[in-house]
């Protein structure tokens, strides 16, 4: 399974490129699988710098399946992420 990094609601510089950097760490340095994602636009800033050095917005989602493996960067707080991102695993 890919493991989606993302950050907070409302992407700034931090959530932003964090989550790129951390999905290419897990990917490129520890073997894994892993892609950044977006929890909305990146903000003027986040999408400047996405432009000027040449990343590819990451792919936006507004929720998670139960079950999806997940790294969180640059938030703590639960009202931050997506809606489903505590619902129970199914056994
Ligand atoms: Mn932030």
Known sequence: MTTLVFGHKSPDTDATLSAIIWAWYLTNRRGGDAEPRLLGEPNTEA???????????PQIIADVEAGQNVVIVDTNNPAELPPSINDPVAL
């Open 47 to 57: 999408a400047f710098l996405l432009q000027h050095w040449g990343f590819a917005k």
